[in-house]
């Protein structure tokens, strides 16, 4: 039985490049269900229109809807942006950091290499990664106010799925039509808030 206290730990950084990926990965699948979303709230759209004046609280829940899904979207991209942003600064800095370090080794090793030249690359590196260190932490922050937002909007979906159903209520006669689609709403829902969940706990990974 192998004993994991002796493997090799990750560098933090590549931990970090780590969850950003598995953030942009989890966003990519919580927009294709809020595609799926967007693709309920028209059918609903469709069958109300069918049904007619019964089904015109039916017809306004379907453009919510639709407008939540279509925000939904808007949202994950714009985190798979402040993700991929992330990914990068993290590999810039990782690779920066290996210099500085071959930059100190030199250093440590022969006092003779202990130019001004030498010096100031080592600082101007150390500058670039705290710079790097800070970008992260402010892209962190607008992420996790992004993924605030996607959970509200998803909220506000559940609210209005317990509403449809209120109002398919009234019309027995599409109750099937009417259960099928508010599941499918549920599912991309429940999913898409799961994928939320896991992203904003990812966030402390990469702080």
Same mark, same amino acid.
């Given at each position: 039985?192998?004993?994991?206290?002796?493997?090799?730990?990750?560098?933090?950084?590549?931990?970090?490049?780590?969850?950003?990926?598995?953030?942009?990965?989890?966003?990519?699948?919580?927009?294709?269900?809020?595609?799926?979303?967007?693709?309920?709230?028209?059918?609903?759209?469709?069958?109300?229109?069918?049904?007619?004046?019964?089904?015109?609280?039916?017809? %306004?829940?379907?453009?919510?809807?639709?407008?939540?899904?279509?925000?939904?979207?808007?949202?994950?991209?714009?985190?798979?942006?402040?993700?991929?942003?992330?990914?990068?600064?993290?590999?810039?800095?990782?690779?920066? &950091?290996?210099?500085?370090?071959?930059?100190?080794?030199?250093?440590?090793?022969?006092?003779?290499?202990?130019?001004?030249?030498?010096?100031?690359?080592?600082?101007? %590196?150390?500058?670039?990664?705290? &710079?790097?260190?800070?970008?992260?932490?402010?892209?962190?922050?607008?992420?996790?106010?992004?993924?605030?937002?996607?959970?509200?909007?998803?909220?506000?979906?559940?609210?209005?799925?317990?509403?449809?159903?209120?109002?398919?209520?009234?019309?027995? &006669?599409?109750?099937?039509?009417?259960?099928?689609?508010?599941?499918?709403?549920?599912?991309?829902?429940? %999913?898409?808030?799961?994928? %939320?969940?896991?992203?904003?706990?990812?966030?402390?990974?990469?702080?």
């Amino acid at each position: 039985m192998s004993d994991n206290n002796h493997l090799p730990k990750r560098h933090p950084l590549a931990q970090q490049t780590a969850a950003a990926a598995d953030i942009s990965a989890r966003l990519n699948r919580s927009r294709k269900q809020a595609g799926l979303l967007s693709l309920s709230a028209k059918n609903l759209s469709v069958l109300a229109v069918r049904i007619g004046q019964q089904a015109a609280g039916l017809k %306004v829940l379907s453009l919510f809807y639709d407008e939540f899904a279509q925000s939904a979207i808007v949202i994950s991209n714009e985190i798979n942006r402040l993700v991929a942003r992330i990914a990068l600064d993290s590999v810039s800095r990782w690779r920066r &950091e290996m210099f500085s370090n071959k930059v100190t080794q030199v250093l440590e090793s022969d006092p003779l290499y202990s130019t001004a030249l030498l010096m100031a690359k080592k600082q101007h %590196v150390v500058t670039c990664c705290d &710079e790097f260190r800070l970008n992260t932490q402010q892209y962190c922050r607008q992420l996790d106010m992004q993924l605030e937002e996607l959970f509200k909007f998803m909220q506000s979906m559940q609210v209005i799925a317990v509403n449809a159903r209120i109002e398919a209520g009234s019309i027995p &006669e599409y109750q099937r039509q009417m259960d099928g689609l508010s599941e499918k709403i549920d599912q991309s829902t429940a %999913v898409i808030l799961e994928d %939320v969940h896991i992203c904003k706990s990812l966030i402390k990974e990469i702080l």
